[in-house]
């Protein structure tokens, strides 16, 4: 149990471009969901917290019209990186729980690469 | 949320038992006990948590000392596949349910 998602698990972009990346979960009702940036060798830094049919929490530094977060919902959360440059490359991770005090379960993680 | 301190990195024999310590000497008596680990290139595995008793499933144990300030992580029989990133994260179950990462354990499992 406890399975969550995310789609798609790499992708590859120009300058520019937007890039929307999809968390979903699996098996449980998720009414939160986080998302997370991890550059190589660094550790999991929370970008911002979303709750079903809320606008999102974001961390201080991350930018909300950067970083556009949707989650209509309870299974469904997506995360699109909008005019993406290179300094946007990172390693982009999920995670839901059932209420904002449960556990959280991640996904396998999208890596972006943007030219 | 309290901060925790690990070591940075171990080695564990295949078969043996891997004990992952634990500092977290401001914890409140309110935050639990988290561990996580992330395999290279995945997303962070939820392990098992506990607020002050000791702890076990199919996974791991938990052992929380009785002050609550450390804590020790086993894995009973290491495998290669063990080989991760392990974080102890403290946590409250109110409000928000941020998860701090530190830096972590880099475990590796010998053959």
């Known amino acids: 149990g406890a399975v969550v998602s995310q789609h798609p698990s790499w992708v590859i972009c120009k300058s520019g471009t937007s890039v929307k990346i999809e968390c979903r979960s699996l098996d449980f009702q998720a009414t939160t969901m986080f998302w997370y940036r991890q550059f190589p060798k660094q550790s999991l830094m929370l970008m911002a917290t979303s709750n079903e049919g809320s606008k999102a929490t974001y961390e201080q530094g991350v930018e909300k019209d950067k970083f556009l977060i949707n989650h209509a919902s309870l299974t469904l959360s997506t995360l699109t990186v909008t005019s993406a440059h290179p300094e946007d490359s990172s390693f982009y991770i999920c995670?839901?729980?059932?209420?904002?005090?449960?556990?959280?379960?991640f996904g396998p993680g999208t890596r972006l690469t943007v030219l | 949320d309290a901060k925790t301190t690990q070591p940075p990195s171990m080695d564990c024999a295949e078969g043996r038992a891997a004990n992952l310590p634990c500092n977290h000497s401001?914890?409140?008596?309110?935050?639990?006990v988290y561990w996580y680990r992330q395999i290279h290139s995945q997303g962070p595995q939820y392990i098992i948590h506990?607020?002050?008793n000791n702890e076990t499933n199919e996974m791991a144990s938990l052992i929380i000392t009785e002050d609550r300030k450390s804590s020790t992580l086993i894995l009973p029989h290491a495998t290669l596949r063990d080989t991760a990133v392990y974080y102890c994260i403290v946590r409250v179950e109110t409000g928000a349910n941020n998860l701090f990462f530190g830096t972590g354990t880099r475990l590796t499992v010998i053959p």
């Open positions: 401001t914890i409140s008596g309110n935050e639990y």
């Open positions: 995670s839901a729980s059932t209420s904002g005090r449960d556990t959280q379960y």
């Open positions: 506990g607020l002050k």
